[in-house]
């Protein structure tokens, strides 16, 4: 009876053990491709298996499309400059400077002018009032304050070398000074940030959330932001016209409360299922099928679930067939298709249940017992139906919610090129310059103009 009791106990440990096991080499053999995992976490890694493209082919030929215009350089009817390079003598020796030209050859050379700082000169006239007695002045402009200064044009370069091409303070002074021979302040690098950080933060933001509250779709997501010392997090809340960035000292509830848009929000908001946004019940959601198409990729590949190669196939030629309905006018699927791609979606989640990996094995008595990640991902497909396939029953929202992954893109080679920020008011500047030029951008305003407008405090607001 003791021996029974022993080896019971040792197959006990030993399924446990391999549970362990087993989960440990899954989560060593997750990248970027078949998980949520940065595409930063895969360095250093060994030889990996040759990367499965999830893409279809196009059918078009490599190289520019016949839409395409192109963009060769062309020469201009009336070119700023124009020298004539005469001809003297033929190469027999025959002198050529008194015949008559027959005709000119032209060949245009675009250049960089010679670069250098304008100085302009604000005065005004002071006059003595023959009726009071008084001495009256003019008024100089509003953003003319002292009595030497750097004008908005400068000030917006240097909020676009560092918000939209991530230079940093120092090689800002180098640009300047290498280019038009005279380097800027630090000081002056950091006062201009934080003043265009002061107009955003006023009007124009409150603006910017009325208007993403009136949107049907949303794009939401956060990434890991360094600054003060340790690990913060930067969110974004974007359509693709608009860009609102919000850092904040933790990821989750209280940073979406302090932005202020999806407590008051009633549309539908897209996002990666992280655990703070279903607690949100005013709106819809949709889940973003790109993290889906990694996971079902993992566990295809690792764990050889047949059910995660059949959804990876459903969602992806449900995506085409949507696309396809969109090329050719239509704005939703016939009732046929709806019902034919709900029983086909049950019937391959069903075959998922059938074909379950055990469940691990309990480390205690307490809590709940643990679930295999593959019966996890296939009750979240149960559970949030609606969400997965949001995209099927309405064409206006996205499969993915790459918007928001791509906005937030680039926020992650600041960090890579000019290192992480120093303090939270440093990141906040950041974040809403950096917001107030993907939203020009978006709506097609040039950013150096949207720039120094804002630095005369009269923001574009392409709402």
């Keep these: 009876m003791q021996l029974e009791d022993e080896v019971s106990r ?13 989960n440990l080499e899954g989560q060593k053999n997750k990248t970027s491709r078949n ?37 060769t350089l062309l020469q201009v009817a009336a070119p700023d ?63 003319v304050t002292g009595i030497v200064q750097y004008g908005t044009k400068i000030k917006g370069a240097i909020l676009d070398l560092s918000t939209q091409h991530f230079l940093s303070y120092e090689r800002i002074q180098i640009f300047f000074g290498d280019w038009f021979g005279k380097r800027i302040s630090g000081h002056l690098v950091n006062t201009s940030l934080q003043q265009g950080h002061r107009i955003l933060n ?43 960035y919000h850092p904040y000292e933790s990821r989750g509830r209280l940073a979406i409360e302090d932005m202020g848009v999806l407590s008051h929000y009633k549309g539908r908001i897209i996002h990666d299922n992280y655990t703070s946004y279903p607690t949100y019940k005013n709106c819809k959601h949709g889940l973003c099928n790109a993290h889906h198409l990694r996971e079902l990729l993992f566990f295809e590949e690792e764990q050889q679930a047949t059910w995660a190669y059949q959804l990876g196939v459903f969602l992806c030629s449900s995506k085409n067939h949507v696309d396809w309905c969109k090329q050719q006018g239509q704005t939703c699927l016939n009732p046929q298709d709806l019902t034919a791609y709900q ?48 995209f099927i029953y309405d064409f206006d929202v996205p499969f993915d919610n790459n918007q928001a992954e791509r906005d937030l893109r680039m926020v992650k080679a600041k960090q890579k090129i000019s290192g992480c920020f120093r303090t939270i008011k ?37 709402f």
């Design 10 to 22: 040792l197959e006990s440990e030993l399924t446990l053990l391999q549970s362990r096991i087993n």
């Design 35 to 71: 998980s949520s995992k940065p595409p930063s976490s895969d360095k250093g890694r060994k030889k990996r298996k040759k990367v499965k493209n999830s893409r279809t082919k196009s059918g078009k030929k490599t190289g520019a499309q016949p839409a395409n215009d192109g963009k």
């Design 81 to 143: 400059h124009t020298v004539l390079h005469e001809v003297a003598y033929c190469e027999c020796g025959a002198d050529l400077q008194e015949k008559e030209i027959e005709k000119v050859e032209k060949r245009q050379v675009f250049d960089l002018p010679e670069l250098k700082l304008e100085v302009t000169e604000h005065q005004v006239e002071v006059k003595m009032c023959d009726v009071c007695g008084k001495l009256v002045k003019g008024k100089f402009p509003s953003e």
């Design 202 to 244: 006023g009007a124009y933001r409150q603006k910017m959330v009325s208007v993403l509250l009136k949107q049907k779709i949303l794009h939401s997501d956060e990434t890991g932001l360094y600054f003060g010392g340790s690990r913060k997090w930067l969110h974004v809340i974007s359509t693709s016209k608009l860009t609102l």
């Design 343 to 390: 029983l086909r979606y049950n019937e391959i989640l069903q075959l998922g249940y059938e074909s379950l990996p055990p469940d691990p094995p309990a480390k205690s008595k307490k809590g709940r017992r643990p679930k295999h990640p593959q019966h996890n991902f296939l009750n979240r497909f149960m559970d949030k139906k609606e969400e997965v396939l949001a």
């Design 426 to 462: 440093g990141a906040q500047a950041f974040a809403s310059i950096r917001g107030y030029i993907s939203t020009a951008k978006k709506n097609g305003i040039a950013v150096l103009e949207a720039l120094e407008k804002l630095m005369k405090s009269e923001p574009v607001m392409p």
